[in-house]
């Protein structure tokens, strides 16, 4: 199982430099890096293209991901100019995770209708999809056609796990607020549905983390067969490099 790291952390601690953190966390040995899309909660979290553009300047190694864009908030015309912006800085490095979201706050920052998030999604998606595969559809020509479309992977829960295994690229089940044993059990039910990667995402790491707890975590989802692993190393939190030692 590959462990990666994000280049944000979602406490209310200052952000951290961007460049200087992704070159920490490529240097300690990270597999990937990846970037959330949180917009309206009172605190700075760096917009993940931005944040993916700078570490991709700043590292030659790891994978460059989204954890996640919230699909709805943008017109999907918009969202795959971005994409495909960021595509020509990262490379074959990029993948993309995508999600419904699920906080009211960015939904109210952008005047976006919260209670529709998950059709607004499917309607989005299969035009993203489109756009990011041609370049362009019958109502807009961004660019043309890529060589290869970054891999999209869906984070959500409920029956959105399925919806996963079924249309998507990957699944990232995020451990923050989830017990581990919620997330092998809604991984069973992934790779059931015949899923294939697997990420489990977002496992914090505080200050005065049990790195011994958080060892056996990870060894139990490497264990499960999760293909990833990605931890939110908060302010104060510690090493990277003890954090990566914990999977050799």
């Known amino acids: 199982m590959r462990l990666g790291a994000t280049l944000a952390h979602l406490s209310d601690a200052p952000p951290y430099p961007v460049v200087e953190w992704a070159r920490r966390l490529a240097g300690a040995g990270f ?31 790891p994978e460059l991901a989204t954890g996640t864009v919230q699909v709805p908030l943008h017109h999907p015309a918009e969202l795959a ?21 699920s906080t009211r706050d960015d939904y109210a920052a952008l005047g976006r209708e919260h209670r529709t998030r998950f059709r607004t999604f499917d309607e989005n998606v299969v035009r993203l999809r489109e756009l990011l595969e ?6 807009a020509r961004l660019a043309d056609p890529p060589a290869a479309r970054p891999p999209l992977m869906l984070g959500s829960w409920g029956a959105n796990v399925e919806k996963a295994a079924r249309s998507f690229d990957g699944w990232l089940a995020s451990g923050y607020r989830t017990t581990p044993e919620e997330m092998l059990a809604a991984y069973g039910r992934y790779r059931a549905a015949g899923g294939r990667r697997a ?14 707890r958080l060892g056996e975590t990870l060894h139990r989802y490497a264990a499960a067969g999760f293909d990833d ?20």
């Open 31 to 61: 597999a990937s890096l990846w970037a959330p899309e949180i917009i309206g909660r009172g605190r700075l979290v760096p917009d993940p293209f931005a944040a993916l553009a700078a570490a991709a300047g700043a590292t030659e190694g």
């Open 81 to 101: 100019h971005r994409m495909l912006s960021l595509q020509l800085v990262c490379g074959d490095r990029l993948a993309l995770g995508i999600s419904p979201g």
């Open 134 to 139: 041609h370049g362009g559809d019958d109502r």
């Open 199 to 212: 990420v489990a995402y977002a496992l914090p790491v505080p200050a005065g983390a049990d790195l011994g």
């Open 229 to 248: 692993a990605v931890v939110v190393i908060e302010p104060g939190g510690p090493d990277p490099g003890r954090v990566r030692a914990l999977l050799p």
